[in-house]
């Protein structure tokens, strides 16, 4: 039953990263049309996580915690969307962030998809190096992030972001924290952490 639950996984691991990859271009560059793909594959991830989950649940021969990935999957899918809506509003405002707040965004962005990916490849293998590296990279993620919006509040204070830009700003970071929290707790699910030898400090 395992391989055949992650042969139905994978379809769902590749939609929340294409639609995490959707996100990051209409961050960049907005294109309602980009933006309307992106919100279509968020609700196709929601209508499976529910199909998906009550299949994997009912089959009680299926003792791993794969059963309990498309329910994360989904909450990636949600907070992606929440992206796109801050992304969408600020098109709509034509808020624009600092060269420094892009530069921060775009380094989280690349964190948060590696660890997705690194998710999605330790669902397929169960090779623990990659379960130990999804959970360090987490704390290493939030510490940045935490450094990042302490960063933010110096330019606020000194007024070279505007209060708009700031609370877009921030969205973005606690969705982008929700993308890469959800990422670690696939790999908590799939393989314990006290057997992947993870570190003893968790992230949040």
Do not use: W
Request: with cysteine; proline share 3%.
């Amino acid at each position: 039953m395992t391989d055949a639950t992650v042969a139905l996984l994978l379809p769902m691991f590749e939609d929340a990263i294409e639609l995490l990859s959707l996100t990051r271009t209409c961050f960049h560059r907005y294109e309602p049309g980009r933006a309307d793909t992106a919100m279509v594959l968020g609700r196709s991830l929601h209508k499976r996580e529910r199909e998906l989950t009550e299949q994997l649940v009912a089959d009680s021969s299926d003792a791993d915690g794969l059963r309990f990935v498309p329910s994360h999957l989904e909450r990636i899918s949600d907070a992606a969307q929440g992206l796109l809506r801050c992304v969408r509003t600020m098109d709509g405002e034509a808020t624009v962030f600092t060269d420094g707040g892009v530069k921060e965004v775009d380094q989280l962005f690349d964190r948060a998809t590696e660890m997705l990916v690194c998710a999605r490849d330790f669902t397929l293998t169960k090779n623990r190096v990659l379960a130990r590296h999804v959970e360090i990279e987490s704390l290493r993620f939030h510490d940045l992030a935490a450094g990042f919006a302490r960063a933010h509040e110096g330019r606020l204070l000194a007024g070279v972001c505007t209060p708009a830009a700031s609370s877009a700003y921030l969205s973005m970071l606690d969705y982008l924290r929700e993308v890469t929290r959800h990422a670690r707790r696939i790999a908590a699910r799939v393989l314990p952490q006290d057997a992947a030898g993870a570190p003893g400090r968790r992230a949040p």
